[in-house]
């Protein structure tokens, strides 16, 4: 993945996945991994799986919503929200109420 990753290939406890994805996506992801300050590509890979893997609940739904409300921000669609009324529509969605 990454020559920054040093000494992780001799770990025996590690296996090696292949995933090919599209050049645009290879290179947004070298930026981001860059710009979060990630030691390397494959740590930010494993971060993003683990949590993946972790938070099933946050679904595929939830990415497109967010790309959504993302692409109407940045075409000045959309609105934004202080985080206190965030954490209130969490909860209210959390208690199954509106």
Same mark, same amino acid.
């Given at each position: 993945?990454?020559?920054?990753?040093?000494?992780?290939?001799?770990?025996?406890?590690?296996?090696?996945?292949?995933?090919?994805?599209?050049? =645009?996506?290879?290179?947004?992801?070298? /930026? *981001?991994?860059?710009?979060?300050?990630?030691? #390397?590509?494959?740590?930010?890979? +494993?971060?993003?799986?683990?949590?993946?893997?972790?938070?099933?609940?946050?679904?595929?739904?939830?990415?497109?919503?967010? =790309?959504?409300?993302?692409?109407?921000? /940045? *075409?000045?669609?959309?609105?934004?929200?202080? #985080?206190?009324?965030?954490?209130? +529509?969490?909860?209210?969605?959390?208690?199954?109420?509106?």
């Amino acid at each position: 993945m990454s020559n920054t990753d040093a000494g992780v290939d001799d770990d025996p406890n590690m296996t090696t996945l292949t995933v090919k994805i599209p050049q =645009a996506f290879f290179d947004d992801l070298d /930026a *981001t991994w860059r710009a979060e300050d990630f030691a #390397s590509r494959s740590e930010f890979i +494993r971060w993003a799986l683990r949590d993946a893997v972790k938070h099933p609940a946050f679904s595929r739904k939830s990415w497109k919503d967010i =790309a959504a409300s993302e692409h109407q921000l /940045a *075409t000045g669609e959309g609105k934004t929200y202080s #985080s206190d009324e965030i954490r209130a +529509r969490l909860h209210e969605d959390s208690d199954g109420t509106e």
